[in-house]
C-alpha cells in the first residue's frame, strides 16, 4: 500500500446529539454527545485506516479543545502530526430533530492562524520522507492564504507524489495554478470556472475537460451528491449513478467519497475502479447517523451493487 499523507487546515470537534424536537426558546434535553475529530484531511485519512489501508494525517491544532483533538484521533488508531498553533480549534455542533428527521449542522469559525503557524505546517510537510500521494482537503483557516495550496502542490511535485485536492473558490484555484493529479469538485465548484452558477451535463465534461487541457490535472471527480458522481479524464468521461440507499446523515459523505478514491489508486486500482469505489463509500457515509464516515463493509457491498451497474459513459 502507497503512502498517503492528508492536510487539513481548519479541523473541527464534531458534537453531534439529538433532541426530540427542536423548539425555540425552550430547555430542550439533548441525547449523549458524541465527539470525533473532524475536518476534511483528517476524515479522509480516518476513513481510509477504517478502510484497511494507511495514512498519516497533518493537521493545525491549538489550545485545550487542540489536545482533546489529539485524543480523539488516536483513539481511532490514525497516525497523526498535530502542528501546533495559539487558538483554539474550532468545535462544531450536528443537531438531529428526532420529531421531523431533520439535521442541523452549526459550523463554528476556526481560529486565526498566524504566519509562522502555517509556514511551519509547510516545513513539516517538507521533512516527511517517501509519500506517494498528498491529500489536502476542505477549507482554510482565517489567515492561511489560499495560495498554500499551490505550495502543497509545488511540494508533491519535488517529492514525485500526486496530488489530490479537495477544496473550493480561490484556494481550488491556486491548487489548480500549480498543477493537481486529481480535484474533486461539485457541480457550482466547477461551475465558477465558467462563470456561471450551474452547468449541464455536456457543460460539466466541456469544462473539465479545458481544465484538463490546460495541464492543470489529470483527473476531475464532479461530486453531484445523491445521483452519484461523474469521472472526467483527457480520454473519458462517464456518469457513476450512486446506489439507491435510506439516507441518515450526509455529513462526510464528501470526505468518504475522496478516502475510497485515494484508498483504491493506493491499491493499484485504475481510475474508473477507484472512482465507483468512492461513489460506494460516500453512498456508505450516509447510512450511518451524525458525522459517522462509510464502514468497509458497507462499502464494499455497494461498490459490487456500482460494479455490476453499467456506468453511463457520456458521448460528446
Not at 484521533?73 to 497516525?79: D, F, M, Q, T
Not at 439516507?247 to 459523505?253: D, E, H, L, N, P
Request: aromatic share 6%; with cysteine; charged share 20%.
Amino acid at each position: 500500500m502507497s503512502g498517503i499523507i492528508t492536510i487539513t487546515l481548519n479541523p473541527a470537534i464534531d458534537k453531534s446529539t439529538t433532541v426530540p424536537r427542536l423548539v425555540p426558546e425552550r430547555k430542550l434535553q439533548c441525547s449523549h454527545p458524541v465527539f470525533e475529530p473532524g475536518g476534511g484531511g483528517v476524515n479522509v485519512a480516518r476513513a481510509i485506516i477504517q478502510l484497511g489501508g494507511n495514512a498519516r494525517a497533518i493537521y493545525l491544532a491549538g489550545g485545550h479543545p487542540g489536545k482533546f483533538f489529539d485524543a480523539l484521533l488516536n483513539a481511532e488508531g490514525v497516525p497523526a502530526v498535530s502542528v501546533p498553533i495559539a487558538g483554539n480549534t474550532r468545535e462544531n455542533l450536528i443537531v438531529t430533530d428526532i420529531a421531523d428527521n431533520a439535521q442541523y449542522r452549526l459550523d463554528m469559525p476556526g481560529p486565526a492562524v498566524d504566519a509562522y503557524e502555517w509556514q511551519h505546517l509547510l516545513e513539516v510537510i517538507r521533512g516527511i520522507g517517501q509519500v506517494d500521494y498528498i491529500v489536502a482537503s476542505g477549507s482554510l483557516a482565517p489567515g492561511v492564504p489560499p495560495d498554500i495550496f499551490a505550495s502543497f502542490s509545488a511540494i508533491a511535485a519535488l517529492k514525485g507524489a500526486r496530488f489530490v485536492v479537495d477544496t473550493s473558490r480561490e484556494a481550488l484555484k491556486q491548487a489548480l495554478r500549480e498543477g493537481a493529479y486529481l480535484v474533486k469538485p461539485n457541480i457550482r465548484e466547477l461551475a465558477g470556472f465558467a462563470g456561471k452558477d450551474m452547468l449541464n451535463t455536456e457543460e460539466i465534461v466541456e469544462v473539465a475537460q479545458q481544465i484538463i487541457r490546460k495541464n492543470q490535472c489529470e483527473v476531475v471527480v464532479v461530486s453531484m451528491g445523491e445521483t452519484g458522481a461523474m469521472l472526467i479524464t483527457d480520454s473519458m468521461a462517464v456518469k457513476i449513478p450512486a446506489p439507491r440507499v435510506q439516507r441518515v446523515s450526509t455529513v462526510g459523505a464528501g470526505d468518504s467519497m475522496m478516502a475510497g478514491i485515494v484508498y483504491s489508486l493506493s491499491a493499484g486500482r485504475d481510475i474508473l475502479e477507484a472512482a465507483q469505489f468512492g461513489v460506494a463509500c460516500g453512498t456508505a457515509a450516509t447510512l450511518n447517523p451524525g458525522t459517522a464516515l462509510c464502514k468497509k463493509e458497507d462499502a464494499q457491498r455497494l461498490f459490487e451493487e456500482i460494479h455490476q451497474t453499467q456506468s453511463f459513459t457520456i458521448s460528446r
